[in-house]
């Protein structure tokens, strides 16, 4: 049985997340620091809380830094916020990122409602490891009032089309984000969790 942690920054309202995993046949903990040595097949930062306090507990509350912790290739899933703080800044913020991935965290534009809530499908722009059997305009529950912009375009692998392209999943190395929430996408967020603890056991 695969084993995981989440990382609880301490907003709390992550019983879903949990659940979903433990239906796919994890074994979940969740967390509050690293302060012991990693014995996790994986790691998510889930997708609720704000950017400054989030980094703020991940960087300044665990004896072990976060990079440190998955140096040996762990692979970690970041949806919403947790996928926000792969990057080296956020107009949410003064705090820096966790810089994992190049790029920033922008505000959604004006003419849309923030934040923004309800189910978009997504464009698949290129293979990815959790968007196997995925299929390209399948629907997922977004929550947001950001989005990411990063340097490159080569480590997104799906968008949503909100008459702007928001980034809806990128992957670099052992790093895995979604700007919405699989936990809440039915059959398709399901699919993706399995690919995440399938990635988990190899």
């Known amino acids: 049985m695969t084993s995981v942690a989440i990382f609880d920054y301490g907003a709390g309202n992550i019983f879903s997340l949990k659940t979903s995993l433990e ?24 997708g609720v809380g704000n950017f400054d306090p989030a980094v703020k507990s991940i960087t300044e509350s665990s004896k072990i830094k976060f990079k440190e912790y998955v140096k040996d ?44 809530m309800g189910w978009n499908d997504l464009e698949i722009k290129r293979p990815g490891k959790i968007l196997q059997g995925v299929d390209n305009g399948a629907w997922v529950y977004f929550v ?19 008459g702007i392209k928001v980034p809806a999943v990128v992957e670099q190395d052992n790093f895995f984000g979604t700007q919405f929430h699989p936990e809440k996408s039915g059959s398709v967020g399901k699919i993706m969790i399995n690919n995440f603890l399938d990635v988990c056991k190899r």
């Open 144 to 162: 947001h009032s950001y989005r990411v912009k990063p340097n490159s375009n080569d480590i997104i692998t799906a968008e949503a089309d909100y």
């Open 73 to 116: 290739g762990t692979p970690v899933l970041g949806i919403c916020l947790g996928m926000e703080m792969f990057f080296e800044k956020s107009q949410e913020g003064k705090e820096k990122g966790l810089k994992i991935m190049n790029g920033e965290v922008i505000i959604l534009p004006d003419s849309m409602k923030v934040p923004h």
């Open 23 to 46: 239906k796919a046949g994890a074994t979940v903990d969740v967390i509050t620091n690293f302060d012991k040595p990693n014995g996790y097949s994986g790691l998510l930062l889930p």
